[in-house]
């Protein structure tokens, strides 16, 4: 069964702090695997999008990383602000024609003061 | 250049009675997918369309629930004779290459 699964499920950081993110799915034929953030109330924005061959892909103060052969993927965010509290969405994709996306859980992440 | 658009964003139903949820998809985007996210729970596919055609509804419940993306206008999923359980964020995402870009969502709760 295609499953994506993310810990922690919840994640309180101070201000200016690192954290990272886990991600394991058993999604086969894999395409690709992304990382969305989710603001409350709000539609989920792509942060990575990274393929088979692809081991980091940065985008800011995120670093995403995939291990094809473990099937594990990272999310890393540097020097947290306040305005990343989100949740942070694993997403992986099935190689199709449909594209279709398969949707982690999520990590809920507060980012204090 | 306008993102993909959502109405309404909030909707409110009685059991029994239909709901209309439509999806504009960004300029120039002619595939729509529609996502149900149920409370604490991650977002899963339910339709695949693409213009006046249904490419992939397998996640879609075979009763009470259609959609359609004509030619002239916004997508539009349908829920017929609403319950309870239907109360979710439906969101949906229009497609160009590889990237699915997401509306802000419709939240539909049944009373």
């Known amino acids: 069964k295609n499953q994506v699964e993310q810990s922690p499920q919840s994640l309180i950081i101070l201000e200016g702090k690192n954290c990272t993110l886990q991600c394991n799915y058993t999604v086969s034929p894999f395409s690709n695997l992304r990382w969305y953030k989710q603001d409350t109330g709000r539609g989920p924005v792509s942060l990575t999008i990274?393929?088979?061959?692809?081991n980091t892909k940065s985008n800011g103060r995120y670093t995403a990383t995939l291990d094809a052969d473990t099937k594990q993927s990272s999310l890393h965010i540097t020097a947290s602000q306040l305005s990343d509290s989100a949740s942070y969405i694993c997403?992986?994709?099935?190689?199709?024609?449909?594209?279709?996306?398969?949707f982690g859980t999520g990590t809920l992440l507060a980012v204090q003061p | 250049n306008a993102g993909v658009m959502q109405n309404p964003r909030h909707l409110v139903r009685r059991r029994g009675q239909e709901a209309r949820l439509r999806c504009s998809p960004m300029k120039g985007h002619s595939h729509v997918y529609w996502y149900r996210q149920l409370p604490e729970e991650g977002l899963k596919f339910m339709v695949y369309?693409?213009?006046?055609?249904?490419?992939?509804e397998s996640g879609m419940p075979k009763e009470r629930f259609s959609a359609e993306f004509p030619k002239e206008g916004p997508s539009i999923l349908r829920i017929q004779q609403v319950v309870r359980g239907d109360s979710a964020a439906y969101f949906c995402?229009?497609?160009?290459?590889?990237?699915?870009?997401f509306g802000p969502g419709t939240r539909l709760t049944v009373l």
């Open positions: 997403v992986v994709s099935a190689n199709g024609a449909t594209n279709k996306l398969i």
């Open positions: 990274m393929t088979f061959s692809e």
């Open positions: 995402a229009s497609r160009a290459g590889n990237e699915q870009f």
């Open positions: 369309l693409q213009k006046e055609n249904i490419i992939d």
